[in-house]
């Protein structure tokens, strides 16, 4: 597992961050814990971890390809990943292309209603806060990100939701939301807006195109039971097992 000897630099609800090989590098580790409700619901779910590590190391990989740059470097076993260390902006991007969770709740929508067009939403990344949702001029003005920063990831959101839409879609899945987080990767003088974090059904909302069944947390959110099962078969449909 774990060397001994690593430094811990972060431990997030479902990753741990160690110190890299190489400077500027870190390892992430995937963990089994899962958490929702800000933190209110708890377990573990044995294996999880090592699917979402295939899962994410899979689709930063191909979005790499794009040309579209990302802090992965390479995945190194059953739990971890090298990745470019990077400074996160703390703003959490989430994609909607049909509606489901919060955004039913505060615009009283009927669950799977598909949007006429992809939303964005920002969140402000504060467990604190419970990640209260934000305006681009919030962001702006209290320095989250600049307006050219916001601009980028902007567009790289909805660049990425073009991908995984049709890689989804390929596999019988509708990818009805997911949330995205970037940061800021130094080279040289200059820094660059990177996808950062992960990819994986702890942070996308996948329905099977033709049961509607859920293969995402939300098996785990409410209580629907299987949660592994689902993610297995979303890393199997991908071909990553
Ligand atoms: N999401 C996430 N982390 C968060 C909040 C949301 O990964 O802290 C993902 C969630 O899995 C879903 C999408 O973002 O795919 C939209 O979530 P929503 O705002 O509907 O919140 P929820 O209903 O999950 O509270």
Same mark, same amino acid.
């Given at each position: 597992?774990?060397?001994?000897?690593? @430094?811990?630099?972060? %431990?997030?609800?479902?990753?741990?961050?160690?110190? $890299?090989?190489?400077? /500027?590098?870190?390892?992430?580790?995937?963990?089994?814990?899962?958490?929702?409700? /800000?933190?209110?619901?708890?377990?573990?779910?044995?294996?999880?971890?090592? =699917? /979402?590590?295939?899962?994410?190391?899979?689709?930063?990989? @191909?979005?790499?390809?794009?040309?579209?740059?990302? !802090?992965?470097?390479?995945?190194?076993?059953?739990?971890?990943? =090298? +990745? !470019?260390? +990077?400074?996160?902006?703390?703003?959490?991007? +989430?994609?909607?292309?049909?509606?489901? $969770?919060?955004?039913?709740?505060?615009?009283?929508?009927?669950?799977?209603?598909? =949007?006429?067009?992809? *939303?964005?939403?920002?969140?402000?990344?504060?467990? %604190?806060?419970?990640?209260?949702?934000?305006?681009?001029? !919030?962001?702006?003005?209290?320095?989250?990100?600049?307006?050219?920063?916001?601009?980028?990831?902007? /567009?790289?959101?909805?660049?990425?939701?073009?991908?995984?839409?049709? *890689?989804?879609?390929?596999?019988?899945? @509708?990818?009805?939301?997911? @949330?995205?987080?970037?940061?800021?990767?130094?080279? $040289?003088?200059?820094?660059?807006?990177?996808?950062?974090?992960?990819?994986?059904?702890?942070?996308?909302?996948?329905?099977?195109?033709?049961? $509607?069944?859920?293969?995402?947390?939300?098996?785990?959110?409410?209580?629907?039971?299987?949660?592994?099962?689902?993610?297995?078969?979303?890393?199997?449909?991908?071909?990553?097992?």
């Amino acid at each position: 597992m774990t060397q001994p000897n690593r @430094k811990k630099i972060y %431990e997030g609800k479902a990753k741990i961050l160690y110190k $890299g090989p190489k400077q /500027n590098t870190i390892i992430q580790y995937y963990k089994d814990d899962a958490t929702a409700f /800000n933190n209110k619901k708890r377990s573990t779910i044995n294996g999880k971890g090592s =699917l /979402n590590n295939r899962i994410s190391s899979f689709l930063m990989e @191909k979005i790499n390809n794009l040309g579209i740059t990302t !802090h992965f470097i390479k995945r190194l076993n059953m739990r971890e990943q =090298l +990745v !470019h260390s +990077v400074d996160i902006i703390p703003v959490e991007i +989430v994609v909607r292309n049909i509606a489901a $969770g919060s955004i039913c709740k505060r615009f009283n929508i009927e669950e799977g209603k598909d =949007l006429p067009k992809s *939303i964005v939403e920002y969140y402000y990344k504060s467990d %604190e806060l419970g990640d209260p949702l934000v305006l681009e001029d !919030h962001i702006i003005a209290f320095e989250w990100a600049t307006n050219q920063e916001l601009e980028e990831i902007y /567009n790289l959101s909805l660049r990425i939701n073009d991908f995984l839409l049709g *890689i989804f879609s390929s596999i019988g899945i @509708k990818l009805v939301d997911f @949330k995205l987080e970037f940061g800021r990767l130094y080279s $040289g003088e200059d820094n660059i807006i990177v996808l950062a974090d992960e990819l994986s059904p702890d942070n996308f909302r996948l329905w099977d195109n033709v049961t $509607g069944k859920k293969l995402d947390k939300d098996r785990f959110r409410l209580n629907l039971g299987n949660t592994i099962d689902a993610y297995r078969e979303v890393a199997e449909r991908l071909g990553v097992l």
